[in-house]
């Protein structure tokens, strides 16, 4: 494709994202860096269609972006803009300092985003995966009924109620509190297993079988702890938005937690995924705008934006980058810990 082609599907874009109307040849003219006559612009539109970057929703109407138009345009085609220091500095009192606890922090990010973009914000907090267990404790609550309390060096608690067949006598309770004390005290989230699980159910029934239970309830807390915590935000966004189907919106509400696998196969950097490339993320002609941040060196979860494939990706993605290292900072306290360079000036790394 030659360079004249490439600025004219630029501009289609850039023109379609503004107006969200079909772009026209005579538009196009009318730019100062193209400078080529209407039908130059026409024929060249009509082959940016036959290779598929455009398309024609009426006769008579102009051209729209396709997915692989917008694809191209935003991998090598898209100048990004530096945000004013301005505006970094009115992000900077809307996040919170290093004294903010860290998901106020991201809670921030995520309500300023929705706020800035008039979209859906997503985050995903992967940190309990790499933090260590520090406490478990079962608590008798009630004839037969026990309260695991599971608590993790990063401050998550998860908490599980089990039924037994017996009450257990106090001999009993500290023998497994002393049990699960030594084998799980100090060991990392990402290191449990079921393997890990089944010989301490092995082990306790050897002195008590109905113990067993107790040793389930801390598995499946330790899975919950390994799964990616994912909140979304501003919803109501992506269901008044007159581009997306609002029973596919509503479906993706209901099962928000299927998108964690795709973020989590995300790389460092701004990434742009879009509805029709994943079935973890079933929204027809929507697009995910996403960058990981991180503490002290380690992932640990992912801040973005959903709305429909329309939107201003120029204007999303340095916000996106911004924040993102901007919590990266704040958590680590290091600018070693900041991934420089998320987004270049030709766009995101994918």
Do not use: W
Request: negative net charge.
């Amino acid at each position: 494709m030659d360079e004249r082609k490439l600025k004219i599907l630029a501009a289609v874009v850039d023109e379609y994202v503004r107006t969200g109307e079909p772009v026209g040849s005579k538009v196009i003219s009318k730019l100062d860096n193209i400078k080529v006559s209407s039908a130059t612009i026409r024929n060249d539109m009509a082959a940016l269609e036959q290779m598929g970057y455009l398309e024609q929703p009426h006769t008579s109407a102009g051209r729209i972006p396709t997915f692989a138009g917008y694809r191209l345009y935003i991998d090598e085609l898209m100048t990004l803009p530096d945000l004013p220091d301005e505006e970094k500095s009115r992000l900077d009192g809307l996040l919170g300092d290093k004294d903010t606890p860290e998901e106020l922090l991201v809670q921030n990010a995520a309500a300023a985003l929705t706020e800035i973009t008039q979209c859906a914000a997503v985050v995903t907090n992967s940190a309990p995966r790499f933090s260590v267990i520090s406490k478990v404790e079962v608590i008798p609550t009630g004839k037969r009924l026990y309260v695991i309390l599971l608590i993790t060096s990063n401050g998550s608690i998860k908490n599980k109620a089990c039924r037994l067949e017996f009450d257990l006598s106090h001999e009993q309770l500290e023998f497994f509190t002393h049990y699960i004390e030594e084998n799980l005290n100090g060991v990392s989230v990402e290191q449990l297993s079921e393997e890990m699980f089944d010989k301490m159910v092995a082990a306790v029934s050897a002195y008590m079988v109905s113990l067993s239970p107790l040793v389930k309830g801390i598995c499946e807390l330790s899975e919950d702890l390994r799964q990616q915590e994912l909140t979304l935000s501003g919803g109501e966004k992506l269901l008044s938005c007159e581009e997306l189907d609002k029973m596919e919106v509503v479906r993706f509400i209901e099962h928000k937690n299927q998108l964690s696998d795709m973020l989590e196969d995300t790389f460092s950097g701004i990434q742009v995924k879009f509805g029709s490339e994943s079935d973890s993320f079933a929204i027809g002609n929507s697009s995910l705008i996403v960058s990981k941040y991180r503490k002290d060196g380690k992932e640990a979860g992912s801040l973005g934006v959903i709305g429909p494939m329309r939107v201003d990706y120029k204007k999303i993605i340095p916000y996106v980058d911004y924040l993102t290292q901007k919590i990266s900072y704040l958590m680590s306290g290091s600018d070693d810990d900041i991934v420089s360079g998320a987004a270049d000036e030709t766009g995101p790394k994918t």
